[in-house]
């Protein structure tokens, strides 16, 4: 079978996008999915992404990650998700479609930035060196320093793979205050490798650091990952409390194919 898909990209954080309001696409065929995330021997992403229909929004968003199973919430694959349904002229400028993790508006500023409401955050756990909370995916988040030459990789895997985390797996976060901006770098579960960006992630920083009072602005935080820059906003209501969280940035259209299939 001839399967087109679209490859998109959000900070660098990149999927394979395919319109499945058909439904034709073999949903459960996980080395399949895991084969076309494949850097050498597919197409290369982060993860796959299906648009279907849904009869009270504006479409439904299926997400799976690299390893081909289906995941939790992916913000910047939201956002990926909004531009690729404008490019098929689904909606205009404004959407509300529905994830995993429950109904998301979105918005379209110009062709390529997008800003995507996340759900509420109102649990955030409080260690001695880090905090866990969850943004629509599961995130442990770490203060380090010297971010840049930072070992991600390994320092992420011990703790995804630690005894907490080990059956459920945990996005880990490391994040850094460099002048007026949050570098943040992730190790990602499904992905199990450090991802340029990580859209729940970002958010999951910015949140850490508006509670810490590291953040300069009240209500929102630029944020640095090694695929760009991205903006969150946010109203905080008691100490733990975060609601109208946004998450906003860039999400581009890199190619269009085809690849042939064995379902």
């Known amino acids: 079978m001839q399967l087109t898909f679209y490859k998109y990209q959000g900070t660098g954080n990149d999927f394979v996008l395919v319109d499945n ?58 956002r990926c998700i909004v531009a690729f349904a404008k490019h098929l002229n689904l909606i205009n400028q404004k959407c ?83 002048d007026n901006e949050l570098f943040v770098r992730t190790y990602e579960r499904g992905v199990e490798n450090e991802t340029y960006s990580c859209g729940t992630g970002v958010t999951a920083a910015a949140i850490i650091a508006a509670l810490t009072g590291v953040s300069n602005t009240k209500n929102n935080c630029l944020i640095k990952t090694l695929g760009g820059n991205l903006e969150v906003t946010f109203d905080k209501v008691l100490e733990q409390n975060f609601y109208n969280i946004w998450l906003k940035g860039p999400a581009n259209l890199v190619f269009k194919g085809t690849i042939t299939i064995n379902e």
């Open 96 to 178: 509300t479609f529905l994830a995993v993790d429950g109904p998301h508006d979105a918005t379209l500023e110009n062709d390529n930035v997008v800003a995507l409401k996340m759900n509420d955050v109102k649990n955030i756990e409080v260690g001695a060196d880090f905090y866990f909370l969850n943004t629509g995916s599961p995130h442990y988040v770490k203060f380090v320093e010297g971010i840049e030459n930072y070992d991600v990789f390994n320092n992420g895997k011990i703790i995804r793979n630690s005894d907490r985390f080990i059956e459920e797996g945990t996005n880990v976060n490391f994040i850094e205050k460099l």
């Open 21 to 78: 309001r058909t439904e034709f696409f073999p949903k459960n065929n996980t080395k399949l999915i895991e084969q076309l995330c494949d850097r050498r021997f597919g197409i290369g992403a982060d993860g796959l992404i299906l648009l279907e229909n849904h009869s009270e929004y504006d479409f439904k968003m299926v997400y799976y990650n690299s390893d081909g199973n289906l995941s939790s919430m992916c913000g910047n694959g939201g």
